[in-house]
Each structure stands twice: as structure tokens, then as C-alpha cells.
């Protein structure tokens, strides 16, 4: 899945998790009091539901540090965007190398997915 993708779900899953609300507090026979707290449920759960099969199949929900090495060797202190290894600056250079610590990161974060499934 890919960042296209996965907005594209997120914002589906939304609309239609907002529609469904609606139908089901229009249709069914609820307490008028419970209403409020049914269409907040039914709109909020579809979107935490993707946001946890997405962060299982190792998509990063928050990003970090980025993961190059800058021309002295250190690792680059700026953030990194989710799902990317670069920051902004490093993103629109051609010839990137990522630090070491930056790589292990990565590695581990891998394996951790793979512990998970
Ligand atoms: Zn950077």
C-alpha cells in the first residue's frame, strides 16, 4: 500500500463511515439521547480500524529522524516525513547516503512488522 492508497482508503473509509452513521441513527430505534454518542462511535471506528491494519502492515503513522548522513559523516538532525528516509532538504539530492544508525533503524522496524504478524 502506498501513501496514494492509503489516503484514499483513510477518506473513503471516512465518508462512508459518516453516511453510515446517519443511516443507521435515521433507521433504527434508539433512545433520541444515545444518537449523538452512536453516529460519533460508528464515524470514529472504521477510521481507528484502518489506521491499525495500515500501522500493522509497517506503515509509519509519524515520522522521525531522517535517515541520512550528512557530508561530515554525523546523521543529518533534521525530521523525516512518515514513510520516507529523508528529510526535505536531503529528498532533492540525487546521491543520498544514510547513515548507518539510520539503516539499523530502518532494519529494526522491519523485523519488529514481521515479529508482529
Ligand atoms: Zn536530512
Known amino acids: 500500500m502506498n501513501d496514494d492508497q492509503f489516503q484514499t482508503l483513510t477518506r473513503l473509509s471516512a465518508v462512508a463511515s459518516v453516511y453510515g452513521a ?3 441513527v435515521a433507521n433504527t430505534v434508539l433512545p433520541g439521547w444515545t444518537h449523538g454518542l452512536v453516529a460519533t462511535l460508528l ?4 477510521v481507528v480500524l484502518i489506521l491499525g491494519i495500515a500501522s500493522s502492515l509497517g506503515f509509519e503513522l509519524s515520522g522521525g529522524q531522517c535517515r541520512a548522513a550528512t557530508t561530515d559523516g554525523s546523521r543529518c538532525s533534521r ?3 512518515p514513510n520516507r528516509d529523508c528529510c526535505w532538504q536531503h529528498r532533492e539530492l540525487h546521491d543520498v547516503t544514510l547513515h548507518p544508525e539510520g539503516i539499523d533503524e530502518k532494519t529494526r522496524a522491519a523485523e519488529d512488522d514481521l515479529v508482529v504478524r
Open 43 to 46: 464515524a470514529v471506528a472504521p
Open 22 to 24: 446517519s443511516w443507521v
Open 79 to 81: 525530521s523525516r516525513p
